[in-house]
């Protein structure tokens, strides 16, 4: 039973580059969410996602970002023109349904993305 | 939003002390979840607790919801323990998603 996967664990890009980072939910979960972990700091949410549904972006800035959840295959949160500020792990997380329903949060290895 | 103070920042320990975690929280809570991030970066979920008291070998968490709080107890640390402890809660109220705490660090020395 595979856990959430992300990949690449690691990923360099220079300035004005793209970053296209990948998310396969645990198996049966349907929500996927991405957090961005600062060094030293904690987990900011970014991006909430259903198949094929944004549901809540407020997390995510509002330009150079974007993500998507497609009807088949992985979660992708993609940077474009990237800065050095963009430098971060980014984390995701699924969850079979809804968090008010009690469900529990589960999350992959993360991308260390690094800017040069 | 939801407001989410976790304390103390910083924690050293000697290998086989106690301690007692806190995290308080600005608004009542459907969801609240601990996780532990290891010193590679791994987040594991430790408990799913948005009241009561759950107990998982050496770990064991307590939510009183009504004075919105909850702590994490840590008993005969071991230095595998050291890394962040992150409390993360969910409100109806607010957003869809978890907020998290600013965490723990903890370091249990051998």
């Known amino acids: 039973n595979a856990g959430v996967m992300q990949n690449p664990r690691h990923l360099v890009r220079r300035r004005g580059q793209e970053a296209r980072l990948r998310c396969s939910p645990m198996?049966?979960?349907?929500?996927v969410y991405w957090y961005r972990q600062l060094p030293e700091e904690g987990l900011k949410f970014m991006v909430y996602?259903?198949?094929?549904?944004?549901?809540?972006e407020s997390g995510m800035p509002k330009e150079r970002f974007s993500a998507e959840f497609p009807k088949e295959g992985p979660s992708i949160l993609r940077i474009q023109q990237v800065v050095r500020g963009d430098s971060a792990a980014y984390f995701c997380?699924?969850?079979?349904?809804?968090?008010?329903?009690?469900?529990?949060?589960?999350f992959g290895s993360g991308t260390q993305l690094s800017v040069l | 939003g939801i407001q989410v103070e976790q304390s103390p920042p910083d924690l050293i320990l000697q290998e086989g002390a106690n301690s007692t975690l806190r995290c308080n929280f600005s608004d009542s809570v459907n969801n609240l979840q601990w996780f532990h991030q290891n010193p590679w970066g791994q987040l594991i979920n430790l408990f799913y607790i948005p009241s009561g008291t759950k107990q998982n070998g050496r770990l064991s968490a307590t939510t009183v919801a009504t004075e919105r709080y909850s702590l994490l107890y840590i008993s005969s640390s071991q230095t595998t323990d050291s890394g962040v402890y992150f409390c993360a809660v969910f409100s109806s109220g607010s957003a869809r998603q978890l907020t998290f705490g600013s965490g723990t660090q903890l370091t249990v020395l051998p």
């Open positions: 996602l259903q198949k094929e549904n944004i549901i809540d």
């Open positions: 198996k049966g979960h349907s929500h």
């Open positions: 997380a699924s969850s079979q349904s809804l968090l008010a329903t009690n469900e529990k949060l589960f």
